[in-house]
């Protein structure tokens, strides 16, 4: 079993940036595609940004492009989400998750990833 461990969360003003961090347990994270998703109250979880297993492939939603960076750290299990000119919208808990055998095709769903830690609050104020 993996653990995933997420960390950096917490109240920013509107404009403001902050880095979450995502530490996995374990030898195989090298192997696993990661993802950032978030969730606000009342709505589903979605894809904030996906990183390949190599960090040679990323992608991200259209909300944040140009806002959010999602890079991979191999040597040290750790996935990071740069998160700079910060809105009230992006106002959610945030998950880091584990691919244990991605596919680039579907690096963006879901339902691809098996291991989830248990979310960061991060609150934007206007």
């Known amino acids: 079993q993996v653990q995933l461990v997420e960390s950096g969360g917490r109240l920013v003003q509107a404009g403001g940036s902050l880095r979450l961090s995502c530490t996995a347990s374990g030898r195989a994270f090298s192997s696993y595609a990661m993802g950032w998703f978030r969730q606000a109250p009342g709505k589903e979880r979605e894809l904030v940004a996906a990183?390949?297993?190599?960090?040679?492939?990323?992608l991200s939603a259209d909300s944040v492009k140009g806002r959010f960076t999602i890079s991979k750290d191999n040597t040290k299990n750790t996935v990071y989400l740069q998160m700079n000119s910060l809105k009230p919208e992006d106002t959610a808990v945030y998950y880091c998750a584990a691919d244990r055998f991605p596919v680039l095709a579907t690096m963006g769903s879901l339902n691809s990833y098996d291991y989830w830690g248990q979310g960061t609050q991060v609150t934007v104020s206007s």
């Open positions: 990183i390949s297993w190599s960090g040679g492939t990323t």
